[in-house]
């Protein structure tokens, strides 16, 4: 069977090589090849001059909803969502229902993963249950396919677990994603403190309760050597203590989301259900601060926290509303907003959506290097369109960019070889 | 006033809303319906026909025994639902509750509800009126008319007024509510309380933090003392009641350093001793007893206007 695939006169754009120039990518049996001097059928050729030839794009901060909330988004669906964002491999988080915090689940989740549309990397979950209590099993899930251990959506609040959780993923090569949030500090809080929260008349989460976490898990850090890496930081006041805490040689990365660096907490507006997650969206000089730290290296990586939720967690009091939002199909378009405002530049973008996050968990991808497995991505930079309901691949429509103009999309996703999104046509058609 | 403004809304959601014309429209109306009040038989047909709801989904007494007396004396129909909104039931039950009043073809919701917000997620699922009796942190739009209204029966405007408001203002719908008013009726509010009871940049709301009540005092016009709520005592935010009836109480030497014709105000009900000494409700500067008759007058006046009052008079 021929499965050569030529991506013709595109802007291949490969960081980890440091390469930005128009030509053919090659690609044959699922891997990258050297281009040859063979003759090429018309059908083998996908014309993508004006568009970038990327690596394929890592989301390490999903939530895929199975097992336990299929009426979210399955493994199927979420990864048919991230395959139309153009990410070809995702991290998804362990808080399904049951918690992915040993070997069942996590062979569950990349048994189903076999068939899906893009690679899934289970997170396990640093403690039982994501108690905060007891240590789960790290050993058994790294044997079974997890990447990273973390509890997101839940703080871990002793500190001496957290130690312990540092010191043991360490020892089996995996790095803890921390959710950095003080939950007392939190407490009953549904959005950002600030002035919008004041105005609305609803109880606040102060930009303390991140910045007092994270700088306890630099500490922890600090004191174990262990890699640490930080979930969607939000504030301006976690920023500074990454950046010393880097500075000083601490073994840390961390993430931010879209929506931090694209709203602020002015979106919550009347009570809008779609722009309420954890943390926050903060203030604009919050917002100022996370672009900058893109732009200079304090974070390493643009994860979505992708968090599918219907109406029934949605449409009713904001206070009562579930936390988070998909972000899987509109994280290009805001990336790219990115560097259509000069925060960062189209090399930069890519290291932030998939070469740091390739190295950080440890996977392939993150590159374009001949050899290596086809995961490539093909992004027009000027593509108009706007996200319906109707027109989202996500199970859910939770999200505060749907019908609103947004410019930059992926035309051409390519996961292993396979074709797993495509907006153009082959040149024959 | 005379200024023939027209009065647009069809939802009384909060004070934020409404313009300082608005406000005033709505008290002129309120003291045209006050003498109904004072008649022997207390009832005008105004609103005859007309179905009002109440939905009280947090615990009140006096706010919907206002609003209920309204609006009979309007010659409305009442009907009260009352049920709990501190449940962690999903929301789809009040969208769902809200769809079956709906089907019922009523007039006016006026609604209380524990959860800031909770009236304009209403406001999206019902073609009828709705009147914010009340939601979570956030307003209390006819406490704060009321109380604009009875200031205004003392004072000329609210012009240059020095206001204080004593008390929880982060948890206080009121404070909230008074604060968007007596600023836009051109006020200086001052506000003063441990700062365990200030939100987040309250002066973003126009608003001057005192460090002392007796900074707040000092020169006032008006001191409103608002209720402790002893309930919520699980968060931390005071020490005990005793220590702050000794340092934030409004007492008779307290009240020396406001203007001689100072007004004291609550919107109730009262902890006697605690935020406010009984001498002090009791004398000679409270209008707290003015502030309730007002309420009907208010009440009847956002039933009436909302329901088009002015077109068809």
């Known amino acids: 069977m021929d499965s050569l695939i030529v991506l013709k006169n595109g802007r291949v754009l490969d960081p980890a090589a440091g390469r930005d120039e128009i030509a053919d990518l090659w690609i044959e049996d699922g891997r990258i090849i050297v281009p040859d001097s063979r003759p090429i059928a018309e059908q083998n050729c996908i014309d993508v001059s004006g568009f970038w030839v990327v690596p394929g794009l890592i989301d ?19 990864t048919a969502a991230a395959a139309a964002g153009g990410f070809t491999a995702v991290a998804c988080m362990p808080n399904t229902k049951p918690v992915n915090d040993g070997s069942a689940v996590t062979r569950l989740i990349k048994e189903k993963s076999t068939s899906a549309s893009a690679h899934v990397y289970p997170v396990g979950a640093i403690s039982k249950n994501s108690d905060g209590v007891e240590l789960a099993e790290y050993g058994e899930m790294k044997a079974h396919g997890v990447a990273a251990v973390s509890d997101d959506g839940l703080p871990v609040m002793s500190a001496q677990l957290m130690r312990r959780a540092l010191e043991y993923a360490h020892s089996h090569g995996l790095p803890v994603i921390t959710h950095a949030e003080d939950a007392a500090l939190s407490k009953n809080g549904c959005m950002h403190e600030g002035v919008v929260s004041t105005r609305l008349g609803l109880p606040g989460i102060p930009a303390a309760a991140e910045a007092v976490m994270v700088c306890r898990d630099i500490a922890l850090a600090a004191l ?20 010393q805490a880097k500075r000083e040689g601490v073994p840390v990365s961390a993430e931010t989301a879209p929506h931090y660096f694209t709203l602020t907490d002015e979106a919550v507006a009347d009570y809008d259900t779609n722009a309420k997650m954890n943390p926050p969206l903060r203030s604009e000089a919050d917002r100022l601060e996370i672009r900058r730290a ?19 967690e949605k449409e009713c009091e904001f206070e009562l509303a579930a936390n988070g939002i998909i972000g899987l199909e509109s994280a290009v378009s805001l990336g790219l907003a990115l560097v259509r405002d000069k925060v960062i530049n189209e090399t930069r973008l890519i290291e932030l959506m998939s070469v740091n996050p390739a190295r950080i968990l440890g996977v392939p991808g993150g590159s374009l290097a001949a050899g290596k497995q086809a995961d490539v991505t093909v992004i027009d930079p000027h593509h108009h369109f706007i996200l319906t309901e109707d027109t989202l691949v996500s199970k859910s429509a939770n999200s505060p960019f749907l019908h609103q103009p947004l410019t930059g999309r992926a035309v051409l996703t390519i996961c292993a070889g396979r074709i797993t999104h495509m907006l153009l046509q082959s040149m024959k058609g | 006033m005379t200024e023939p403004s027209i009065f647009i809304h069809k939802h009384i959601l909060g004070i934020k809303e409404l313009s300082p014309q608005d406000i005033h429209h709505i008290i002129t109306t309120a003291r045209s319906f006050r003498e109904i009040s004072n008649r022997p038989i207390k009832k005008v047909p105004t609103l005859r026909g007309k179905t009002v709801v109440n939905l ?4 009140s007494t006096r706010t919907r025994l206002s609003f209920e007396i309204a609006a009979k004396r309007m010659s409305a129909d009442t009907f009260n639902l009352s049920g709990s909104s ?27 509800h524990g959860r800031s917000g909770a009236p304009h997620l209403l406001g999206r699922y019902v073609d009828c009126s709705i009147i914010n009796a009340g939601d979570g942190a956030h307003e209390h739009p006819s406490q704060a008319l009321l109380d604009a209204m009875t200031i205004l029966d003392h004072k000329q405007s609210l012009a240059g007024l020095k206001i204080a408001i004593v008390g929880d203002i982060a948890h206080s719908r009121v404070a909230h509510s ?5 600023t836009k009726l051109g006020a200086q509010v001052c506000l003063a309380g441990p700062a365990t009871f200030m939100p987040a940049d309250i002066t973003s709301l126009g608003a001057h933090v005192c460090t002392s009540v007796g900074e707040a005092v000092t020169g006032a016009d008006v001191v409103m003392a608002l209720r402790i709520q002893i309930e919520r005592q699980h ?21 020396k350093l406001a203007k001689p014709d100072v007004l004291v105000m609550h919107p109730g009900p009262i902890n006697r001793g605690v935020e406010m000494n009984p001498d002090v409700a009791d004398g000679p500067w409270s209008v707290i007893l003015d502030q309730v008759t007002n309420g009907v007058a208010v009440r009847m006046a956002l039933l009436y206007l909302v329901l088009g009052g002015d077109k068809s008079a």
Do not use: C, W
């Not at chain 1, 893109?294 to 029934?312: F, K, M, R, Y």
């Not at chain 2, 009280?56 to 615990?59: G, K, R």
């Not at chain 2, 501190?86 to 209380?112: C, F, H, W, Y």
């Open chain 1, 294 to 312: 893109l732009s200079d290296g304090t974070l390493d990586v643009i994860a979505t926290d992708h968090a599918p939720h219907s109406v029934l």
């Open chain 2, 235 to 255: 968060d931390p935010l005071i020490p005990s009641l005793r220590e702050y009836a000794v340092h934030y109480g409004i007492n008779r030497a307290l009240l």
């Open chain 1, 224 to 243: 174990t050597g262990a890699h640490l890496h930080i979930a969607h930081v939000s504030t301006a006041a976690s920023i500074a203590h990454l950046r």
């Open chain 1, 60 to 78: 390490m901060h999903v939530h895929l909803r199975e097992p336990g909330e299929e009426y979210k988004e399955t493994i199927a669906t979420g």
């Open chain 2, 178 to 182: 008074n604060i968007f008013s007596f």
């Open chain 2, 56 to 59: 009280f989904l947090e615990p």
């Open chain 2, 86 to 112: 501190s449940s962690t039931r999903k929301g789809e039950t009040l969208i769902d509750t809200a769809r079956n009043i709906q089907a019922m073809n009523p007039d006016v919701i006026i609604m209380r």
